[in-house]
Each structure stands twice: as structure tokens, then as C-alpha cells.
């Protein structure tokens, strides 16, 4: 049963779920505005006093006014309900759900509650499951415990692509503190305990990061297969960067389309030119492969953990958008009706100059297994 936040209702006895999540296992009622299957299940850990950091997006960030149960989280709001509600509606409509997550958050408790709903999810449920970690609060041996215990993939939430804007935003701010050399050593654990293509990161576009930033990060999490999940950035009223504006759609697009490329083409750094400050320029490819990869609209998915068919399992509709917004990514393959939307906000005319010149060789990596 669904119910109002009250004081005191805590993890792990307590989560939050998505919007998204709570239609799928019928806590409420609601429809998306377009008809697609749905089962990727979103759970965030639940702490009345909140995440301790205080991250300048986020809206979970602990100087953002308002307690931390009214707090929005990718701008929607994540009804609280019973961990034993909800492990027993998973149970229900297991056949439904493509993949499960628990986001934890920077708290003291986190890293054990996390492992005691993990526990309480396989005792019930199969369904894969990903843990969205916070950093601060892990070790090797915890990354290893939770695969142990049954989660199957781990994400990153990097957030910010550089070194400089990840000070700026996470660690010099009021209570700020995360490190970006801890984030990367979860990186690299998480990557030797879990194996390729089971480690993500979650990218940000739109906090202040060049094109250019952004590529040199797909490539280096792609030679060490590990995906880059892209996220766009969509501004939390009253977080300190609540009036900062978004990534406009045609450079969003053309990130979509790159990030493609690098992981699924093979793509380096020597396939894209950028200006000075770093805007991408142009890609240096044929035109028709470029042309293939958008007509398939894969470009242009949500990105997110698999499901065990090894098609997105983890698709949160309207995480980078709201519904009265267009798609940035989507949760389906787009229509040929999307696709005309996507070409005229992708203008590749313009980054893909005639007659287009054909990529130098190099070595292509492994395709992630879902792409291949
Ligand atoms: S992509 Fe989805 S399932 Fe995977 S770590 Fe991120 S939120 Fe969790």
C-alpha cells in the first residue's frame, strides 16, 4: 500500500521508488503518454536526514530547501513505501520487470541496509539487479559482497565528466566532499569484481563540460568496457543550479550519436574534429555508416542496465524530461515518425562535411554484449 510520508520511515525497513516504478507495480495508477512495455524497477534508499552531500544538480542535495522526504529526484517525486510491500509486489509482477536498482545514497547506513534489501529482493525475486553505489561509503570487499548477495551490475554515478568540474560541483560546496579520485577507484574495483560491460557510469551532459570532455570519457570507460550511461542534465528549482540551463537538443543528439559510435563502431578520438573550445566539429566517417546508425534509432535509446534478454531493462521514462517535454532519450525504439523529429534536431549536415572522409584504421574493442 502506498503511503504518505510519515517521520522515522527508514531504510531498509522503508525505500522510495520512482514514479515510473510505482505505475508499473500499481501503487498508483497513471499511464505514459505513449504505450511501451516498462519494467525496470528504481528504488532510493530513505534517511530523514537525506544524502549527506550536497551535490550543485542534484535534488536530493542536502542545503536544497525542504526535508529530504518532499525532496524531488530527477525532478519527479518517489513515493515511500514498505520494502515488504514492495518485494511482495515485485514478486507479483515479476514477469513484467526487466531490471531492478537500488540507488543508495552518501549515509552512514547505507552499505548495510543496502545489503538487507538485496537479501529481502532474492529471496523473492530473479529479476537483475544493479546497485547505483555512492563511493564514500564502499570498499573492494563491499562491492564484492554485493555481487555475492546477487546484484549483477554496478553504476557510477560520475556525474560530472572532469576532474575540475566534479571539485566544482561535489566537493567544493557547502557540505561537499566526494573525491574524485574515490569515484574512480569504485571505477576500477567495481570493473575487476563485476567484469566487462558490467560497470557503468553515469554522465551528465550539460553541467559546463566541453563535447570534447565528453568523448575523451566514452573512449577511455570503452577500452576498458565499461559502459558511459548519458543523462541530460534538467535543472532542480531551488538546487544551486536550478536556473542553469539545459544542453540544447541538437547537442544532446550529437552526443547520443557519438557516444554510439565509440562504443558500438569502435570509434577513437581520431573520428571527431572539435573547435577550439571543444564543440564538436565534425565527424570524420562515411557518411552512410553515420546514416545507418541514426536510421536504427539505437542512437537515441535510453541508456541503461540490461534486462536479462540483454535489451534496456532499466529505461526511466522522463528521467532527463518532463512529460510535456520532447523525448531526449527514449525509452523505445524510436518511430520513423521520431526519426524525422531526431534528423532535423541532429542537423549532421553540419558536422558531417561532403565528401566525407573515411576514418584511419586502429583497433576496434570488444562490442558491448547487448550491441553486438
Ligand atoms: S542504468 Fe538504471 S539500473 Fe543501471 S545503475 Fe543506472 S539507474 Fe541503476
Known amino acids: 500500500m502506498l503511503r504518505t510520508a510519515p517521520e522515522r520511515f527508514e531504510s531498509p525497513e522503508w525505500v522510495r521508488i520512482s514514479m515510473a516504478s510505482a505505475i508499473v ?72 520487470l526487466t531490471r531492478l536498482c537500488i540507488s543508495m545514497v552518501t549515509h552512514g547506513r547505507a552499505y548495510a541496509d543496502t545489503c538487507e534489501i538485496i537479501r529481502r529482493i532474492r529471496r523473492r525475486v530473479q529479476t537483475p539487479l544493479s546497485v547505483l553505489v555512492a563511493p564514500p561509503t564502499l570498499t573492494r570487499e563491499r562491492l564484492q559482497h554485493f555481487k555475492d548477495l546477487g546484484a549483477d551490475m554496478i553504476g557510477v554515478g560520475l556525474d560530472a565528466v572532469t576532474e575540475s568540474l566534479f571539485r566544482r560541483l561535489r566537493t567544493d560546496v557547502p557540505a561537499g566532499g566526494l573525491r574524485w579520485s574515490n569515484y574512480w577507484q569504485v571505477i576500477s574495483w567495481g570493473r575487476e569484481v563485476f567484469g566487462p560491460w558490467k560497470v557503468n557510469c553515469h554522465t551528465l551532459v550539460g553541467l559546463g563540460e566541453s563535447d570534447r570532455d565528453l568523448v575523451e570519457l566514452f573512449v577511455r570507460l570503452r577500452d576498458r568496457q565499461i559502459y558511459a550511461y548519458l543523462f541530460s542534465f534538467n535543472p532542480e528549482p531551488d538546487s544551486r543550479m536550478g536556473l542553469h540551463p539545459k544542453a540544447p537538443l541538437t547537442r544532446w543528439r550529437r552526443i547520443q550519436l557519438v557516444k554510439f559510435l565509440v562504443e558500438t563502431e569502435g570509434f577513437g578520438m581520431e573520428h571527431f574534429r572539435f573547435h577550439e573550445d571543444g564543440t564538436l566539429a565534425a565527424i570524420a566517417a562515411p557518411r552512410a555508416l553515420v546514416e545507418q546508425a541514426v536510421s536504427s534509432g539505437l542512437p537515441f535509446l535510453t541508456n541503461g542496465c540490461p534486462g536479462a534478454d540483454g535489451r534496456p531493462g532499466c529505461t526511466r521514462p522522463y528521467g532527463s524530461y518532463r512529460p510535456s517535454e520532447p523525448f531526449r532519450d527514449y525509452p523505445f525504439v524510436p518511430t520513423p515518425e521520431d526519426l524525422q523529429v531526431i534528423r532535423a534536431q ?19 574493442p570488444s562490442r558491448p554484449p547487448e550491441l553486438g
Not at 37 to 66: H, K, M, V
Open 25 to 96: 507495480l500499481r501503487f498508483r495508477s497513471g499511464r505514459f503518454s505513449r504505450d511501451f512495455p516498462f519494467g525496470g524497477i528504481n528504488l532510493l534508499l530513505q534517511y530523514e536526514d537525506g544524502c549527506r552531500s550536497d551535490c550543485a544538480y542534484c535534488g536530493l542535495a542536502r542545503t536544497r530547501p525542504g526535508t529530504y522526504t518532499e525532496k524531488s529526484f530527477i525532478r519527479v517525486d518517489w513515493p515511500l513505501v514498505s520494502t515488504d510491500d514492495l518485494v511482495e509486489r515485485m514478486a507479483r509482477y515479476e514477469s513484467a
Open 346 to 364: 541532429l542537423a549532421l549536415d553540419e558536422i558531417l562535411p561532403s565528401p566525407a572522409t573515411t576514418p584511419a584504421g586502429g583497433p576496434v
